[in-house]
C-alpha cells in the first residue's frame, strides 16, 4: 500500500512571496494526487503544523525569537483555498518532520502502508525531514517532483539530490506516481 501524506498546505507557509506564486500550481497539482489515490483505494493524509499559543509547542527558534507561528484554530494554520480537505484524515504536528510527537507510525503502520508519496511545502526542511525519518522506519519515500515547493529552490535541489542519492529515494512526476497506484496494493 502507498499512503500520499500532504504537508503543510496551510495559509501561513504561502504568505512567502516564493511560495504564493506557486500556490495555484501546488493547489492542483496536490488535488490530482488527492483524487488519485483516494479514487484507486489507497490513503492519504493532510499533515499540517500548528502550535499553541502558551508557547508548550514552539520550536528552538521559536523560543529563541519569543514569536510563535501557525497557532491551532487561526486562519494561518488553515488549508490553503481549494485544497480538496474534505473528508481526509488529518494530521498535526510541531516539527518538521511529521514523525516527531504523532502518530504517524502507527497510522501507516494500521493502513499496511511501506511507502508513501510526500507533496506540499516546503521541499528543504518539512518534506525533506518526514522523508528522512521515513527511511529511519524503513517506509520507502517517493517525492512528487510537481507537487512540492520550496521559498528557497536552490536548498530544495540540493536536499532532494542528497535523499535521492543516499536514501535512494525517487522524485517522480505525478503522472508517473498515479499510474503506479493500480498495481500497487
Not at 507557509?13 to 496536490?30: G, H, K, M
Not at 484524515?89 to 502502508?113: E, V
Not at 507533496?119 to 524503513?138: E, K, L, M, P, R
Not at 520507502?140 to 536536499?159: G, K, L, N
Request: proline share 3%; glycine share 6%.
Amino acid at each position: 500500500m502507498i499512503a500520499l501524506l500532504v504537508i503543510d498546505m496551510q495559509n501561513a507557509y504561502f504568505e512567502a512571496p516564493e511560495l504564493s506564486a506557486q500556490r495555484e500550481r501546488l493547489v492542483t497539482s496536490c488535488n490530482r494526487l488527492l483524487e488519485g489515490f483516494t479514487s484507486s483505494g489507497h490513503k492519504a493524509l493532510l499533515v499540517g503544523t500548528e502550535h499553541e499559543r502558551d508557547k508548550s509547542t514552539w520550536t528552538l527558534s521559536m523560543l529563541d525569537d519569543d514569536q510563535g507561528f501557525i497557532f491551532r484554530g487561526s486562519e494561518q494554520a488553515e488549508a490553503v483555498p481549494g485544497l480538496a480537505t474534505d473528508g481526509l484524515p488529518q494530521l498535526s504536528k510541531t516539527r518538521d518532520s511529521a514523525f516527531i510527537g504523532t502518530n504517524l507510525l502507527s497510522r501507516l503502520r494500521n493502513w499496511g502502508a511501506d511507502e508513501v508519496v510526500l507533496a506540499g511545502v516546503s521541499t528543504h526542511n518539512c518534506i525533506a525531514q518526514t522523508g528522512a525519518d521515513a527511511f529511519a522506519h524503513n517506509i520507502r519515500v517517493t517525492y512528487a517532483e510537481d507537487a512540492m515547493a520550496s521559498e528557497d529552490s536552490q536548498d530544495a535541489a540540493d536536499m532532494l539530490r542528497i535523499l535521492s542519492t543516499t536514501y535512494r529515494q525517487p522524485v517522480q512526476p505525478s503522472e508517473e506516481i498515479l499510474a503506479r497506484l493500480s498495481g500497487a496494493h
